[in-house]
């Protein structure tokens, strides 16, 4: 199916958003492997709860992933392909040089998709952040970096709803005769 308009745009958001890119997005080939890769690195531990896969699947549905893979991204077996070897600094692919800080990032935010990010799942990621040839300095920084930005995200959402989105919504449905 090809993209759709409301699609692209989405993508060209994110990736302005996110990176301050304005470029075209990388080819959704390759953004298709990063998100099996980023199922693995999120079910280090050995499981993707729905609520993790669900997270990955929305994840690279606006980072340009064509429909097709996400069909095949809500049916992949973790540990089923060796996704994260390009991603390994003994590969010596620009994908290891360039994403595995980000892959590891967003292992973490998807790891944690189900409400919480896991000691045993920290655990996990750490060793295969090792196994791809990071440094436990640079792992410390990631995950510092990740509960930083967590952190202010939940502020950000007091801050702004202080009864919470939830009510937010419904007041204005109510108001509106929805």
Do not use: C
């Not at 075209?24 to 199922?39: E, I």
């Not at 692919?93 to 919480?116: N, P, V």
């Not at 990621?125 to 792992?139: H, N, P, R, V």
């Not at 502020?155 to 419904?170: C, G, H, M, Q």
Request: charged share 30%; aromatic share 10%; proline share 2%.
């Amino acid at each position: 199916m090809p993209k759709q308009p409301s699609d692209q745009l989405v993508t060209q958001w994110i990736y302005q958003d996110y990176f301050q890119y304005k470029d075209r997005s990388p080819k959704a080939s390759v953004t298709s492997k990063y998100a099996k890769a980023l199922l693995d690195v999120a079910g280090a531990d050995g499981v993707v709860t729905d609520a993790e896969r669900k997270w990955v699947v929305g994840y690279a549905a606006i980072r340009g992933v064509s429909h097709d893979d996400l069909e095949v991204l809500k049916k992949y077996q973790i540990g089923s392909e060796d996704s994260t070897a390009i991603y390994n600094n003994d590969s010596k692919l620009k994908s290891a040089e360039h994403f595995q800080a980000e892959l590891i990032y967003d292992g973490f935010r998807a790891a944690a998709a189900d409400g919480t990010l896991k000691t045993r799942e920290i655990d996990a990621i750490s060793a295969l952040a090792k196994k791809l040839g990071m440094t436990d300095e640079k792992f410390q920084e990631i995950l510092t970096l990740y509960k930083e930005e967590e952190e202010h995200r939940q502020k950000r959402i007091e801050v702004l709803f202080p009864k919470s989105y939830a009510d937010a919504v419904k007041a204005i449905d109510k108001h509106y005769g929805r």
